[in-house]
T-cell receptor, first 113, second 117 residues
Framework: AQSVAQPEDQVNVAEGNPLTVKCTYS??????LFWYVQYPNRGLQFLLK????DNLVKGSYGFEAEFNKSQTSFHLKKPSALVSDSALYFC???????????WGAGTKLIIKP | KAGVTQTPRYLIKTRGQQVTLSCSPI?????VSWYQQTPGQGLQFLFE???????NKGNFPGRFSGRQFSNSRSEMNVSTLELGDSALYLC????????????????FGPGTRLTVL
């Protein structure tokens, strides 16, 4: 069965420090991997995706993620956190042959000044 | 381009009533998906429509239904509302996938906050 895991409910980081939000997945075949962010009382916004090619993907707002096939991970990273990065982050996976996105439970990121 | 719009933004209903939510996708997008988001269950997929046909369906009871019109606008209906249906309902549209694939980036609307009393 396909699944996505975000092992941390909440991540706390001091402003200016690097941040990592973890995501691991389990699918058969080649995955399409996505990160979305949700600010309070808002819909989800696309951050970045991995389809194929370079394992390091750069996205919006200075975020990047690295696809690691051997570890089945797609962790979201940013070199220097901003207070405005505080939000709920979702990892999702789909397969080319099956439209349905499988979503992680979300990780609340809190950046403290 | 205008983003995904959802109406109404807020809705209060009582148990047993029914409700219809509306979603207008980004122009040119033919795929529309619906999600239910609750604090306890997270983001759960309801169904997806493509060119007026339901292409995928999540694990929700038959009280939840939807449809898509020829202009790609979509509606979601929930009948016989229960307290547990209180949630943020999100709609997302997507362009055709890359290289013949079925899915690419989804673009979400702001959601409809449904409260069932």
């Amino acid at each position: 069965a396909q699944s996505v895991a975000q092992p941390e409910d909440q991540v706390n980081v001091a402003e200016g420090n690097p941040l990592t939000v973890k995501c691991t997945y389990s699918v058969s075949g080649n995955p399409y991997l996505f990160w979305y962010v949700q600010y309070p009382n808002r819909g989800l916004q696309f951050l970045l995706k991995y389809i194929t090619g370079d394992n390091l993907v750069k996205g919006s707002y200075g975020f990047e993620a690295e696809f690691n096939k051997s570890q089945t991970s797609f962790h979201l990273k940013k070199p220097s956190a901003l207070v405005s990065d505080s939000a709920l982050y979702f990892c999702a996976v789909s397969m080319d042959s099956n439209y349905q996105l499988i979503w992680g439970a979300g990780t609340k990121l809190i950046i403290k000044p | 381009k205008a983003g995904v719009t959802q109406t109404p933004r807020y809705l209060i209903k009582t148990r047993g009533q029914q409700v219809t939510l509306s979603c207008s996708p980004i122009s040119g997008h033919r795929s529309v998906s619906w999600y239910q988001q609750t604090p306890g269950q997270g983001l759960q997929f309801l169904f997806e429509y493509f060119s007026e046909t339901q292409r995928n369906k999540g694990n929700f009871p038959g009280r939840f239904s939807g449809r898509q019109f020829s202009n790609s606008r979509s509606e979601m209906n929930v009948s016989t509302l229960e307290l547990g249906d209180s949630a943020l309902y999100l709609c997302a549209s997507a362009p055709p996938g890359l290289a013949g694939g079925l899915v690419d980036t989804q673009y979400f609307g702001p959601g409809t906050r449904l409260t069932v009393l």
